[in-house]
């Protein structure tokens, strides 16, 4: 197998920049994700969802949709979680991504929305992918097809979650993602980001 090559981006590269309504980079930086072979059958998944009829980048597609999200990962820190307001659970910063077909702009932006963050250096490709069933308390049902990325943030980051959040921890391991009760897809990423982050050298 070969290394991949990881490449940690300037925050203002111009390869952050929004690409409204461009599906086309979308469904590229689906298939440019960096993944287990047990994940081939959701990027397939989710390649037909970028192939098909309806609008992925649009919420108002339902029940599928895109999504963007990413583990933010700071040197002697480890990964950074948020706890859900609605949902009550503790997961990576993410969101909706509101026609951007840059899914990599659309995790940073929710990214420094969510955490207060600035600064923050993405990596390419992306880490992660997962397709998961979100069940809101009013009744509300989705389907999200997460793409999720690695962002490095500086050793001295100080986080001011906004109000979709009540809490956030950083994460180095298994007893921390024990104490926050993390589900599975959680844990595969923040596994994975820690791990590329230490491939980097951060």
Not at 111 to 129: F, I, S, W, Y
Not at 161 to 187: F, I, K, P
């Amino acid at each position: 197998m070969t290394e991949t090559a990881w490449e940690a981006l300037a925050p203002d590269d111009p390869r952050v920049a929004p690409r409204p309504d461009d599906r086309d980079l979308a469904r590229q930086q689906v298939a440019a994700a960096v993944l287990p072979a047990a994940l081939d059958g959701v990027r397939d998944r989710v390649l037909a969802l970028c192939d098909g009829p309806d609008d992925p980048l649009d919420r108002r597609s339902l029940p599928d949709h895109l999504t963007a999200s990413a583990v933010v990962v700071a040197p002697g820190r480890g990964a950074l979680l948020l706890r859900h307001r609605k949902l009550g659970r503790w997961f990576q910063p993410g969101g909706h991504v509101d026609g951007d077909g840059n899914l990599l702009a659309a995790a940073c932006r929710e990214a420094a929305e969510e955490t207060g963050l600035a600064g923050l250096r993405p990596v390419l490709p992306a880490v992660d992918l997962d397709v998961h069933d979100v069940a809101y308390p009013d009744g509300s049902f989705h389907v999200h097809h997460d793409l999720r990325f690695l962002l490095l943030a500086r050793a001295d980051a100080v986080v001011a979650h906004n109000d979709e959040s009540t809490g956030a921890t950083w994460v180095t391991g298994d007893a921390d993602l024990d104490a926050v009760d993390a589900d599975a897809s959680t844990r595969r990423l923040v596994h994975r980001g820690l791990a590329v982050a230490r491939e980097l050298g951060e």
